[in-house]
């Protein structure tokens, strides 16, 4: 195969989105995959809608998914090359000027084929086309022109993009043919649609890039759910980067639309969130616990790096997200947590004095693990003729504020003996209030 160039070319008019990120993976991938080039083009040329803001964003985008560029360009950096073109087109006899901008002169007969990579053969009546504009009055190029121009002042090889381009695609082979040029190959990437098989949109959850990544989503994540929408390799769901380099080609890509599942999206996340090193997925939670809310920094800082390590291994296998492993890390900082709704039935007057000798059995420890702290506990309620599970969910709740998640001595080890102290005595006051 010919040395690959290939290019993701997006309009800077708004944030990127679900199918513009799976259109630049499925470029990158295929550039990486053959030893070829990919390139970032910011096709720019609609001055009233385009905005350094949305550049910016795309820029943030590709780089959190890891999709990094060999070669960066501006088109409005490369009017030049276009009105030299344009020229040439004019020379050729292929254009004509009226009403201020220059018009392309597209065949009236006969058909024009598209030999596409993934949608096969496809033909289109040329009667079906009108004239094109290609340089506007004020001389900036228009998609179609532009694309031309540009793809072969690049070298590019295949332009791979999503099949609502498609019906461009003989457009712009009449203008490489009026000029004497060779298309690259074409490969359009069938739709993603929404669970009810209509057009993805914000409805169906589909949210800009960044805002994934606001929501906790881990890159690996994101980049395995994409790559799923349209292509696959055998039975196989999760993907290393490594492997997608290795697997991925064109050949792999379907014609059917592909429907996005958000449920698999927080599924994939989670098995991300599992195979992800410790210490690695804490630096992440450290950040959402302070955008959160859940903890000052200077509190996650203080918080021993031994006990936040264990808590974030253990938490982590009932967390889709980095937001809700964030949130039910809540219980290892000060403060009262807030407790469920059914917990009040949990917690009955006569557990006031119980919970009174645990917690100063419990503050005499020093830096306990799960081990020493059963071993105060049971001693405490071997004195007072109480078995385990009279009191294990209602210390689990009142610790953590949760009914759920791993062993109860585990939990008071993560929470130490300082906090398990502290709501322990808080919810025996509450309760001999109550009792009074």
């Known amino acids: 195969m010919e040395k690959v160039r290939v290019r993701f070319a997006p309009s800077p008019t708004g944030y990127l989105h679900v199918g513009g990120a799976r259109t630049a993976l499925f470029n990158w991938l295929f550039a990486r995959h053959h030893g070829g ?79 596409d990579l993934i949608a096969g053969r496809v033909e289109f009546q040329n009667r079906e086309f009108k004239d094109l504009v290609i340089l506007r009055s004020d001389g900036t190029p228009t998609y179609n022109f532009a694309c031309v121009v540009d793809d072969t002042e690049m070298g590019i090889t295949h332009v791979i993009r999503g099949d609502e381009h498609l019906p461009n695609t003989p457009k712009q082979l009449h203008i490489y043919r009026a000029l004497d040029l060779a298309p690259p190959k074409f490969a359009h990437i069938p739709l993603i649609l929404g669970p009810d098989r209509t057009k993805l949109s914000k409805r169906h959850g589909a949210l800009s890039v960044l805002e994934y990544k606001r929501q906790g989503i881990l890159s690996q994540a994101m980049v395995n759910f994409l790559v799923r929408l349209g292509w696959s390799h055998g039975d196989q769901e999760i993907f290393t980067r490594e492997e997608l380099i290795q697997y991925f080609d064109l050949n792999g890509v379907g014609q059917s639309p592909s429907v996005f599942d958000e449920q698999k999206l927080l599924w994939l996340n989670r098995e991300w969130m599992r195979r992800t090193p410790v210490p690695k997925l804490a630096e992440m939670v450290r950040e959402f616990l302070v955008l959160e809310g859940v903890a000052a920094p200077e509190q996650v800082d203080a918080l021993p790096q031994a006990r936040f390590f264990r808590a974030v291994e253990l938490l982590r296998d009932r967390s889709h997200t980095l937001v809700d492993l964030a949130h039910s890390a809540r219980f290892l900082f000060p403060g009262e947590v807030p407790l469920p709704e059914d917990a009040r039935e949990l917690l009955r007057p006569e557990l006031g004095p119980v919970f009174l000798s645990l917690a100063a059995a419990v503050e ?5 693990g799960p081990a020493e702290i059963e071993s105060a506990v049971r001693a405490v309620l ?28 585990e939990v008071l080890a993560m929470a130490g003996p300082k906090l398990v102290a502290e709501r322990l005595r808080l919810a025996a006051t509450k309760l001999g209030a109550e009792k009074g």
């Not at 998914?65 to 070669?71: A, T, V, Y």
């Not at 005499?364 to 306990?368: A, E, F, R, V, Y």
């Not at 078995?387 to 001595?409: D, H, I, N, T």
Request: aromatic content about 10%.
């Open 37 to 115: 080039t990919f390139i970032l083009r910011i096709e720019d040329t609609d001055r009233t809608r385009s905005t350094d803001e949305a550049i910016d964003q795309i820029i943030a985008s590709l780089r959190w998914l890891g999709l990094d560029w060999d070669e960066f360009y501006r088109q409005t950096e490369r009017f030049h090359l276009h009105q030299r073109y344009a020229q040439e087109l004019l020379r050729r006899g292929a254009a004509y000027e009226a009403d201020g901008a220059l018009w392309f002169s597209m065949p009236k007969g006969g058909v024009t084929v598209v030999e």
């Open 364 to 368: 005499k420890l020093s830096d306990p």
């Open 382 to 409: 071997e004195r007072l003729g109480l078995p385990l599970k009279a009191v294990a969910l209602p210390m689990r709740v009142v610790v953590s504020g949760s009914r759920v998640g791993p062993g109860l001595f």
